[in-house]
């Protein structure tokens, strides 16, 4: 099927509510990045989730990672391991590519200390409830508290994604900026992240890996740039 050459009535008044947005965030009167006191709000969220949900573990996964919704949702417990022959206990997450023209399946992605015990938190939780006769290594990560042999949502997981980024101060008007980034700007890189909380995650990551000396090829290989 030939692909649509116009735009709809809506999709023009979108368009340009876009531009206005686009070019507010330029001059910066629309915060795009996550601050450090958002970010430590994520965590807290997160934290005072007794059952460490998997909505909220998918909240904080996204930023943690950088990886995108499709990726997350096929994360499994064997994806959470020790890096062999670290100096000291470091541990990954190995994350599915989900771009397509990826050079690797997969890419590897150490985790901070707080994000490593949170999981761990998880864990413990799910071992505790699973039985003796389920593989824990199988079950899914991000998954619905019901059933935790398939992937939970996505829709549910991004809403409450959503919502944790509200809570932690993100604006509305911030949030429907990425959400129209990701509609209508053709760049490859921006079109695989698919949703708006997912590109201020990934764009937020490779912000703070820039400003910590990462080199753009690093970054790239992280993120699964294309």
């Known amino acids: 099927m030939a692909q649509r050459a116009y735009l709809t009535r809506d999709e023009r008044m979108a368009m340009k509510e876009f531009q206005g947005l686009a070019k507010k965030a330029a001059n910066g009167k629309i915060p795009t990045t996550l601050s450090p006191a958002i970010e430590l ?5 997160v934290q005072k ?8 573990m998918f909240a904080l996964l996204a930023w943690a990672t950088g990886a995108r919704a499709r990726e ?3 994360l499994q417990w064997k994806d959470f391991h020790p890096i062999p022959d670290a100096q000291d206990p470091v541990y990954a997450l190995t994350i599915p590519n989900g771009n397509a023209y990826a050079l690797k399946p997969s890419r590897e992605i150490p985790l901070a200390d707080e994000f490593t015990a949170l999981l761990q938190t998880r864990l413990e939780h799910i071992r505790s409830i ?3 006769d389920v593989c824990v290594e199988d079950l899914f990560i991000c998954c619905d508290e019901t059933n935790y042999t398939e992937p ?3 829709e549910k997981m991004l809403f409450s994604a959503r919502e944790v980024l509200l809570t932690a101060g993100v604006s509305e008007e911030s949030l429907r900026c990425v959400d129209l980034c990701v509609q209508f700007m053709n760049e490859t890189t921006i079109r695989l992240d698919e949703h708006g909380v997912i590109y201020l995650f990934r764009r937020d990551l490779a912000t703070d890996l820039s400003n910590d000396g990462f080199s753009n090829a690093q970054i790239s290989e992280l993120l699964d740039l294309p």
Do not use: F, R
């Not at 709000?41 to 969220?45: F, G, H, K, L, R």
């Open 152 to 154: 939970g949502n996505m």
């Open 49 to 56: 989730d007794p059952l460490q949900s998997g909505e909220k």
């Open 72 to 74: 997350l949702m096929k």
């Open 130 to 132: 699973a039985g003796a």
């Open 41 to 45: 709000s994520i965590q807290e969220q």
